[in-house]
């Protein structure tokens, strides 16, 4: 939707840094020595669940609060005891935060005061902010007479307008509703393209984080469980809470046989052997639990078998019928019991009954396995 | 001596609500119970004063008539409300002179049933007091009130000039407002050297002149007997013009305050009778028993107030007379205010005295 | 159109209430605007009295005095307390809060002779300044306009922290981290963004106590002296001393004006459903 020629962002954007950042609630770390880098021009988004600790960092950077230990830097300058106004950041709160008894133009003009820039330049640079979100003939509406949508960008375009190094979002599509959502997801995105700013994005939804960002870094107790991108984090979690907490994972546990190729084999508790690949070439004895998705594996009745394939065999325990897709639960001869998911079409739109015998096609590729024992951080 | 306080117009407002509630559901027919020889509603006026008419007269009143005294608190506007409305919750009130005769003006009181008197002898009575409409309760006076921490025995006020002198006995000074019954027209004509017999009819120029003098030593211009006991006993005043009985009692507590009888004004204190009074024959009992000599006598025990009936003197103790008003050295120093000369210029003097006083 | 049984019903449970308000309140009133004008008979004369006695336009004009100056002093005290208590948490703030109300529980009166006692000459205050040294003399503080604007602000505060604290308590933080994150300071971001958003509790407050004021009586006939008279004990004396209910109507009558006139800028400013809500 953004397609100003002109970048409105002269400058692209900084890199900032936290360095063993912690922050102390009542005893407890809400972050616990977080140590993140967030390159010039980079999308990053800080995922978690509500008391991760993803905010408290994101406020940390912003500078509303105040670290117990460690280092935030902005461009290579510490900033950690520098107040909000002076990091020069731009920040999109949840609830947008326009100043309910300015105008719209007013808003937009307010960080431009604060520099003391003129007149003129003032209003030449929000009627462009106002171009750029959309919004020309909103100028002297207060942001109560605009739609949710409208006062989001508003809000963004008052975030941008005073050329901060970078971009700071705190959940700021969590107020809208679903097709909105998404349309502003795109804008943004569009936004961070043509402005090549570095954004530092908050969100507990899994999706968001994984369409905006160019790194998601998924928050657990204050620390970062993992950080990659979006591709990484799902197809390749480091570790046990990743992989359930982004998409749904079952967890095969087995034990590693050797190595094949950039792999090794994988012995289950089955007594199937699968080829898998990890994070860490294993020796052969360690324990790994097999992460599969449900939607990775392919459902076969008894009768259906491909000879070339190798499968696991299985009961079917329990059926889910959603409509386009088909989720069972299945008992493995050893009894773990794991979710699969097929779309209708794959199953002929025949749902197998509770006691019936089917076949589970993990697929041709090496299975992603992590280790079964996680090392204390 | 309307020596009503804030609170106990508040009371007031409280009981009278109760007691025109209770009037109003006898009015309704239903029965209210009442002692067995009825009752009488008495103006009270809160404080130690009342404790002494409770002492003195209403408890003995009941002792021998067996009417049960009510004792509710009014203020002269409320009389006056209450006969223009009709609707009269009070038989018996007692209030300073000059109040009573403007309430008497506009009609609101019965006549007194001399005639009919059998514990008094209508005879006993100051013929000065002894009024068509009403009858004279007690003397008062107002007095010149003076702290002895501040001027010594030998070298304070005497008399209304030297109060006027700010520069030969500085500190603050307080009078009476308009609003406690009457300017003190007559202590500023002293001041200013009128002679005592030569102060009616009031030269209202040369009093409100002389007024003019002392108008920035006053602190505060009391307008309750309450209030300027206050601002004497806090020292916010160091010396003033009060009643006898405020100051007396003032004295009784111990506070550092002396009297000069010098130039005192005496007034009178007048019991009367509300028009339409619902118990008017118990009234004119109460008046009756009230005025009697003993009574009158008993009731100087309890406050320095003076009796109206010549023979009360007897019943007076000794140790007491010298605080009344009417003690014959009191009586000879002082000068007896002429309520009929404030009666006929209350409303010409009440308007100029506003304007007086609103202005700096 | 035809009334339901639960139309009806909510103003049926009104009747005692508008019954009662009928028999002491409006008819009083009404008594009271006709003894203005028609005691004893139609005439203008107690109005025209009080506009050619410069005394008692004095008296209106140390009324509409004393009422701002309460008024703006409520403001300055109000204004940061009620401040401290919105940043609080609310337990915090609820418990405070219940300090700053519950002197307005107790008798107006027990409130000003309280003050009389810490004001007099004998007072607190003086003894403490003779003590410090700082004055020679007991400084007249009482029986003055000081000590009737310091009286009436005390009893007053607990409306305008009140009416400030309810409004400020609606104001989002966030927009002051807003306003921070923009580049503004701290004190830059509390006078753009803090203060115009709490105006409609300075409004509300103000106007509030500029009401109660313009009637106030207790505190003003106890604290004050007769120069400095209010309205309303104009009234009571014309009532109580004069026997003048014409004129004390009329006078009546005038203040009721002035409190209707800010009434009707107080619905204007803030809006009179505000009065009762305590949150925006």
Redesign the interface.
């Known amino acids: 939707m953004i397609q100003s020629t002109k970048p409105f962002v002269s400058r692209g954007g900084t890199e900032l840094r936290l360095e063993g950042v912690t922050k102390l609630y009542a005893g407890t770390a809400a972050v616990d020595r977080l140590d993140l880098t967030v390159a010039q021009g980079e999308f990053v988004t800080l995922l978690g669940a509500s008391g991760s600790g993803k905010t408290t960092t994101l406020m940390m950077l ?3 609060t105040q670290a117990d230990s460690g280092r935030i830097s902005i461009g290579g300058r510490d900033v950690t005891a520098l ?3 002076k ?5 999109v ?1 949840q ?1 947008y ?5 300015l105008t719209v133009a007013q808003n937009l003009a ?2 431009l005061e ?2 003391k820039l003129g007149r003129a330049e003032i209003k030449d640079a929000v009627l462009r902010a106002l171009e750029i979100v959309h919004l020309p003939d909103k100028a002297e509406r207060y942001p109560r007479e605009l739609s949710g949508g409208q006062q989001q960008r508003v809000a963004l375009a ?2 941008i307008i ?1 050329h901060p190094q970078a971009l700071l979002m705190d959940e700021p599509l969590g107020a809208l509703d679903k097709n909105l959502r998404e349309h502003m997801q795109i804008e943004i995105k569009r936004l961070h393209a043509s402005l090549g700013a570095t954004i530092v994005f908050v969100t507990h939804d899994q999706e968001e984080a994984l369409t905006m960002s160019n790194r998601v870094a998924v928050m657990d107790n204050g620390k970062i469980a993992q950080i990659a991108s979006p591709r990484a984090i799902y197809e390749e979690p480091l570790n046990r809470f990743v992989a359930s907490f982004i998409g749904q994972s079952n967890f095969l546990p087995g034990k590693v046989l050797g190595g094949r190729g950039d792999g090794f084999v994988v012995q289950l508790t089955t007594g199937d052997k699968l080829n898998c690949r990890g994070p860490h070439q294993p020796a052969p004895g360690d324990e790994v639990l097999a992460v599969v998705r449900p939607e990775h594996i392919a459902v076969y009745r008894e009768a259906q078998i491909d000879g070339h394939r190798k499968t696991i065999s299985g009961k079917v325990v329990d059926t889910l019928y959603l409509g386009h897709t088909i989720k069972l639960e299945v008992c493995l001869a050893d009894g773990t019991r794991l979710m699969t998911q097929s779309t209708s079409a794959a199953l002929d739109g025949v749902v197998p009954p509770p006691g019936s015998a089917v076949q589970l096609d993990l697929g041709s590729r090496s299975i992603w396995c992590i280790p079964a024992v996680e090392e204390a951080k | 001596m309307s020596a009503k306080t804030r609170l106990s117009r508040r009371r007031f407002l409280r009981s009278s609500a109760a007691a025109s509630l209770a009037l109003g559901v006898g009015g309704l027919g239903i029965p209210v119970v009442r002692a067995a020889g009825g009752q009488v509603i008495v103006r009270g006026l809160g404080g130690a004063y009342q404790d002494a008419m409770t002492a003195a007269i209403y408890r003995p009143f009941t002792a021998t008539t067996g009417i049960e005294v009510v004792v509710q608190p009014a203020t002269a506007a409320q009389v006056r409300a209450m006969v223009e409305a009709k609707r009269v919750s009070m038989d018996v009130i007692d209030l300073v002179d000059v109040s009573l005769f403007s309430l008497d003006n506009i009609g609101a009181l019965e006549e007194i049933d001399y005639a009919s008197m059998s514990f008094s002898n209508p005879d006993d009575l100051q013929p000065t007091v002894r009024r068509r409409n009403m009858a004279g309760n007690l003397y008062f006076s107002t007095v010149l009130a003076y702290n002895t921490e501040v001027f010594k025995p030998d070298a304070h006020p005497h008399n209304w000039a030297e109060f006027w002198s700010m520069t030969n006995f500085p500190g603050a000074r307080t009078l009476a407002d308009q609003r406690a019954g009457a300017a003190e027209l007559e202590f500023a004509l002293l001041a200013d050297g009128v002679p005592r017999n030569k102060l009616y009819p009031i030269d209202t120029d040369r009093a409100f002149a002389s007024l003019d003098k002392i108008k920035r030593g006053v602190v505060k211009w009391w307008d309750t007997g309450a209030v300027s006991a206050e601002l004497l006993e806090r020292k916010e005043a160091v010396v003033g013009g009060i009643w006898n009985g405020r100051a007396q009692a003032l004295i009784d507590k111990g506070a550092p305050l002396a009297i000069e009888w010098n130039e005192a004004k005496r007034q009178v204190q007048y019991w009367g009778i509300v028009k339409g009074a619902p118990n008017a024959a118990n009234a004119q009992k109460f008046i009756d028993f009230a005025l009697q000599p003993k009574v009158q006598g008993e009731l100087t025990r309890y406050i320095a107030y003076g009796p109206t009936n010549k023979k009360a003197f007897d019943f007076v103790r000794d140790a007491d007379r010298r605080k009344l008003p009417s003690l014959p050295e009191h009586f000879a120093q002082s000068f007896e205010q002429d309520a009929e000369w404030w009666l006929s210029n209350l409303s010409g003097v009440g308007r100029r005295w506003q304007s007086w006083i609103l202005s700096r | 159109m035809i009334l339901s049984r639960k139309a009806v019903g909510p103003w049926l449970l009104l009747t005692p209430a508008l019954l009662f308000l009928c028999i002491f309140f409006v008819y009083p009133l009404c008594n009271m605007l006709a003894r203005s004008a028609f005691d004893p008979a139609p005439t203008l004369r107690h109005y025209t009295r009080l506009i050619n006695e410069p005394a008692y336009l004095r008296v209106l004009l140390t009324t509409f005095e004393i009422s701002l100056s309460v008024t703006l002093s409520a403001l300055v005290i109000g204004y940061p307390l009620a401040y401290f208590l919105s940043q609080l948490k609310l337990r915090t703030a609820n418990f405070l809060m219940v300090l700053v109300i519950v002197p307005y529980f107790t008798s107006v009166l027990v409130r000003t002779y309280a003050w009389m006692v810490l004001l007099g000459t004998e007072g607190i205050l003086n003894q403490v300044l003779l003590g410090l040294g700082l004055v020679t003399r007991p400084l007249a503080i009482m029986f003055s306009r000081t000590s009737v604007v310091i009286g009436m602000t005390y009893i007053l505060l607990p409306y305008m922290v009140l009416a400030l604290y309810s409004v400020m308590r609606g104001i989002d933080t966030h927009l002051l981290h807003a306003a921070e994150s923009l580049g503004a300071g701290r004190i830059r971001a509390f006078w753009r963004v803090f203060v115009p958003l709490s105006m409609p509790g300075v409004a509300a407050g103000g106007l509030l106590v500029a009401i109660l004021s313009i009637g106030f009586f207790i505190t003003p006939a106890l604290m004050g002296n007769q120069q400095d008279s209010m309205i309303s004990m104009l009234i009571e004396a014309q009532v109580e001393t004069y026997f003048d209910w014409g004129f004390a109507s009329a006078l009546a009558s005038i203040l009721l004006a002035c409190t209707l006139l800010l009434f009707l800028a107080y619905d204007r400013m803030v809006g009179l459903n505000r009065l009762f809500e305590a949150k925006q």
């Not at chain 1, 990091?87 to 920040?91: A, D, I, S, Y």
């Open positions: 912003a500078g509303f107040p909000p106004g990091r020069n950041l731009g920040v709160f609830n935060s326009l100043f309910p008894h307010f960080p604060m520099r008052r975030a005073f």
